[in-house]
DNA sequence: TTTTTTGCAAATCGTTTGCACGCTG
DNA sequence: CAGCGTGCAAACGATTTGCAAAAAA
C-alpha cells in the first residue's frame, strides 16, 4: 500500500472515527488512500480544488491518482465531513466541514479572498421564504460577490465588471 | 446572410434597442446572428442552456453555430440583458432579464422545478452583512435546494442525498 | 476597404469511467 | 478468496479558440 498516515499520530481523530464509521456503515473499505486523502484535507484551513488536493499529497510521498481523489472527495462529502462550493469558478472547491455550522461566502472579484459569514437571522428569513413557497428546504448557497476593503479603491473596474458576466454561479 | 426575424416584427422591440446601443457603444456589429438571438432568447419565458438555445434556434430554420451562441450570449450577459445561473448544475443557464428586478431561485432537487422569489428584506439584510464586514457587494446568488409542494413525499430519500453530494453550487 | 464576425473543427479542462490488477475484510 | 478499490488512460461534455472565409460599417 506504502501510505502511511502523515507524522506521528497514533490515535484516532474525530473525523477518522466518523469517516471509518461511514465506510462500516455502506459496507466500503478503509483503504490507505482514503485515509491519507481525509488527512490531507483536514490539514488544510481554507478552500481548495481536487488539483491542489491532488499535489499536495503527491508531495507528501504518496502516489495517489487524481480519479480516486475526485472518488474519495466525493465520498466526504456524502459523508458531512467535507463541503463542496463553487465560489464562482467554473469547478469545484471544496473545504474540511469541521463543525457542523454551514456557513456562507463573501468573495472579492479582484483578489479572490473568500470571507466567511453567519447569520442565524438569514438562514431564519430563508426558512420564512420556504414556508411561504411550500418548499422544504435541504441545502442552500449564497455568495455575495464584490469587492473586500483592501480592494476596494484599486480595483479595475473594467476587469471586475467582465469577470461578473463570467462568473459561474 | 440568410437569418430573418422570426415572424412578422417590424418595429425593434425594447431589448433590441437596447442591444442595438450596446452593440454601438463597444463599436462591435450588429448582425442578424446576435439579433436572431436576442429574439430566440426573448421567446423564451424560463431557464435555458446554450444546448437548447442553439437547438431551437436550428429549428426556426436559421442555422447559427453553437460558438456565436455562446459569443453572443456571453454579450448579452454583460450588456445586462440576460442573467447567467448555475442552478445546481455544472453547465450554465440562462434566463432572458425582462425587468431589472433581480429574483432568486427555489430548486426542486426531485422534479427540477425552479422558483423564483423576491425579497426586499433579504436584500437588505446582505447589504447590511456586507457593510458589517467592509465588503462592497456587486453582486449575489443564492440558490435554495429541496422538495417542492408536489415531490414532498414522493421523492425517494436516496436519490435526493445523492444530488445534494453532487450539486455544483 | 477595413474591421469585425462567423463557422468549423480542434483544443481545453475539469471530471468520470472501463478495465485489469491489487488489497481489504 | 470474494469483493471492493485503485491506477491508468481513454472518454466526456461544456465551453473556448485559431483560422480562413464572409459580412457589416
Redesign the interface.
Known amino acids: 500500500m506504502g501510505i502511511h498516515n502523515a507524522g506521528s499520530r497514533k490515535s484516532h481523530t474525530k473525523e477518522e472515527l466518523r469517516f471509518e464509521g461511514f465506510l462500516r456503515g455502506k459496507k466500503l473499505k478503509l483503504t490507505g488512500e482514503r485515509m491519507a486523502i481525509l488527512n490531507a484535507v483536514f490539514l488544510r484551513n481554507s478552500h481548495f480544488d481536487a488539483e491542489a488536493l491532488h499535489a499536495s499529497l503527491r508531495d507528501k510521498g504518496g502516489d495517489i491518482s487524481r480519479a480516486t481523489v475526485y472518488r474519495t472527495l466525493?465520498l466526504l462529502?456524502?459523508c458531512g465531513l467535507v463541503r463542496?462550493?463553487?465560489l464562482g469558478s467554473s469547478h469545484?472547491n471544496y473545504e474540511a466541514a469541521r463543525d457542523n455550522e454551514h456557513h456562507d461566502h463573501?468573495i472579492?472579484?479582484n483578489c479572490n479572498k473568500v470571507?466567511e459569514?453567519y447569520?442565524p437571522?438569514?438562514e431564519t428569513?430563508?426558512d420564512e421564504?420556504?414556508k411561504q413557497?411550500?418548499?422544504?428546504?435541504?441545502?442552500?448557497?449564497?455568495?455575495?460577490?464584490?469587492?473586500?476593503?483592501e480592494c476596494?479603491d484599486k480595483a479595475d473596474e473594467s476587469k471586475?465588471?467582465?469577470r461578473?458576466?463570467q462568473?459561474?454561479?
Chains 1, 2 share one sequence.
Open positions: 466525493d462529502v456524502q463542496k462550493n463553487s469545484a463573501l472579492c472579484l470571507i459569514f447569520r437571522d438569514l428569513l430563508q421564504i420556504c413557497k411550500a418548499f422544504k428546504p435541504m441545502h442552500h448557497s449564497l455568495q455575495i460577490f464584490g469587492l473586500c476593503n476596494k471586475i465588471r467582465n461578473v458576466a462568473l459561474h454561479t
